[in-house]
């Protein structure tokens, strides 16, 4: 249903129907315009036929006679083609005696049972020595005319229109696959698979195919701009990455040999973050590069956040919050042991870091890891945004950390191709991560 909705929106669709609307409101004007024209050609003949005929039976110009030269041709012809009426002063004669319709040159609907005429008539009626003269012809012709008109309309017309109609159902097929090809390569680059390419377009290539054409080469620029902005983002980190170590041990002798210097144990602390959010930085670049993915073993999400929770119970307690654990049915899934525990690890330490006390509570359902808090949650609109790297919320600007663990964990659930939620706990926030369940075939 939906999807014959669907054809008739498109644009091909909509150009035929237009089209089959014009050509066949076209054709009947034209079909109208001609039958009018014919039919007034028929009848002018026949008013020519009909004067004639008064012509000949008056041409006594006498009454009585044109009384006799009527009855003489009514016993000559036939009443259901020539009707013959004299209506002089000594009665009416002639093979039609009922009711006359007024005026000189008419049609109508004529019956006389008594002279067996019922039918439809072309009359021409004139006054003539004594009284009117009318002579009326069946009017079959006219009948037949107007038949040949419909049947030409119903063998043209219709096959023509339904024919187009076809053509134009098959072509607007197409083009919605087409369409929905396009959208669905387009739907693929907005969520991020930069590598997404349209199919290959079968049938003649038309303006859809140029489209087509276009996105690609747009996401292929987009790809390669993407992947030299990551090179040049990597080879940054990495080259910078050996001088600060170095700076970090040279810091650290310093400390050693002039350990009542304070400024130093600041600058060393300054260091640890900077070395910190490289390493962070360049894990997340290696993650979304995707080649841990050969690692992927089957990982039971229930021992998983088992072991996570033990591991931050006594951090949590430190801080005054109170971390649960609930399991409903955990389900195994492929994927990196080590990178899921840093995820679950990073959802506890913004747990713990950005809510001042309070329950945090650690579900996992099924195929699904859940951190929720009763701190003061993200705000809606900020939601998306934590997610990019470097970003923090304005009131976490004193708390430590460097905005990338949020990122790190959107890449881990990416590589597994999971999906993550943050959403409102009332109050607090709620992080949901699902992945796909793991079935051994
Ligand atoms: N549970 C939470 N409750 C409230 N705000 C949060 C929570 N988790 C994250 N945020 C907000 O989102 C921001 C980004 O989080 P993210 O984990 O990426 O960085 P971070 O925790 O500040 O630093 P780190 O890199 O050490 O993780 C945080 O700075 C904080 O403002
Ligand atoms: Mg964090």
Redesign the pocket.
Known sequence: MTHWREILRTTPMRLTLRLVVLFVAASLGAFAVTWWLANEALLDATETVLEQQIDELSAADEPQAIGQAVKAAVKRSDSDHLLLRYDGPDGTVGNYLGRLPPGKFRQSDLEDEQHDVDGHYILLGKNVAGGTLTVGQDAEALTELRDVFIQVLTFTLLPTALLVLTGGVFIALRSARRAAAIEDTLARLTAGDLAARLPVLTGPPDDLTRVGSAIDRLAAAQEASVAALRQVSADIAHDLKTPIQRLAVLLSEARDKAPHLEVLDRASAEIDGIVATFQ?LLRIAQIEGGSPRSRFAPVDLGSLAETMVELYEAAAEETGHNLHLTLTDPATIKGDRMLLGQLLA??I???L???SSGAITVFVENASLI?A?K????PKE?RQA??RRL???D??RS???????????DAIVKLHDGSLVLSDNDP??R?TVRFAEFTEM
């Open positions: 962070s990073n959802l330490e913004n747990a870091r950005h809510t951190v808090d701190g003061p949650g993200i900020e934590v997610l970003y923090r919320l009131r976490s708390t430590p950390g460097n905005g990338l663990g949020l990122s790190l964990v607090g926030l992080v």
